[in-house]
Nanobody, 123 residues
Framework: QVQLVESGGRLVQGGTSLTLSCVES????????MAWFRQAPGKEREFVAA????????EYAYPVKGRFTISRDKAKKTVYLQMNSLKHEDTAVYYC????????????????WGQGTQVTVSS
């Protein structure tokens, strides 16, 4: 069975940087399409970023474009989210997700999810 484990979330000051990691285990085969979603208290889960199987195509939600970078290390089966110029509104639980379909911003396309890691940005 596929397992995704996120790490790296913590309390940081606004304007600083933070990198999240997500490690996949429990399967062999070609890489999944990977994505990051986030959910703040009282809000719906929202798309953050996604990366295709080869790592040569990336998509970003408008609020994070230019500040966040998604990347992957296929040998390590790890996906990263580099977050720069963090804002208070970035505060949320960040979830890693995997899909066997094409790259998408739709959470319904992702079959596997991690438990989440809390990112809190002070103002």
């Amino acid at each position: 069975q596929v397992q995704l484990v996120e790490s790296g979330g913590r309390l940081v000051q606004g304007g600083t940087s933070l990198t999240l990691s997500c490690v996949e285990s429990g399967r062999t085969g070609i890489p999944f399409v990977m994505a990051w979603f986030r959910q703040a208290p009282g809000k719906e889960r929202e798309f953050v970023a996604a990366i295709n199987r080869s790592g040569n195509t990336r998509e970003y939600a408008y609020p994070v474009k230019g500040r966040f970078t998604i990347s992957r290390d296929k040998a390590k089966k790890t996906v990263y989210l580099q977050m720069n110029s963090l804002k208070h509104e970035d505060t949320a639980v960040y979830y890693c997700a995997a899909s066997s379909d094409f790259i998408s911003r739709d959470s319904a396309k992702y079959s596997y999810w991690g438990q989440g890691t809390q990112v809190t940005v002070s103002s």
